[in-house]
């Protein structure tokens, strides 16, 4: 139970700080109302060791659609900030989610790209 209690406040403290870094915003949508973002890990909480399960640039603020695609592996990043989408999803699904395949992020770091890399490598990107 106090493990599952420490991780809960861990990830009340990963969620702050990843909404802290993009300043409340989704990255991918602009979407800009906190309760609507999810603090999407980019390695996943299983695939991360305890240090990386907390630390703020292993997430993303993503709004709902673009949470479940990165999620899924269907999307990703370059380093850039670029938009990668995997051969499984359809460019006109993608558009009805309110993604342009034109997508193009802001502000990522050199840290973020740490785990973009990986995320790449997980999903065949």
Do not use: M
């Amino acid at each position: 139970r106090k493990a599952r209690s420490n991780a809960r406040i861990g990830q009340g403290a990963f969620r702050d700080e990843v909404l802290d870094i993009w300043n409340d915003t989704c990255p991918v949508t602009n979407v800009a109302v906190p309760e609507l973002l999810i603090a999407s890990h980019i390695v996943s909480w299983a695939l991360s060791d305890d240090e990386e399960k907390i630390d703020g640039y292993n997430g993303l603020p993503l709004s709902p659609n673009a949470d479940k695609l990165f999620d899924k592996g269907l999307i990703s990043f370059a380093d850039e900030g670029a938009i990668l989408i995997s051969p499984a999803l359809p460019i006109a699904t993608l558009n009805a989610l309110g993604i342009s395949e034109k997508t193009k992020i802001a502000g990522l770091t050199n840290e973020h790209a740490f785990y973009l890399n990986r995320h790449r490598e997980i999903y065949g990107f």
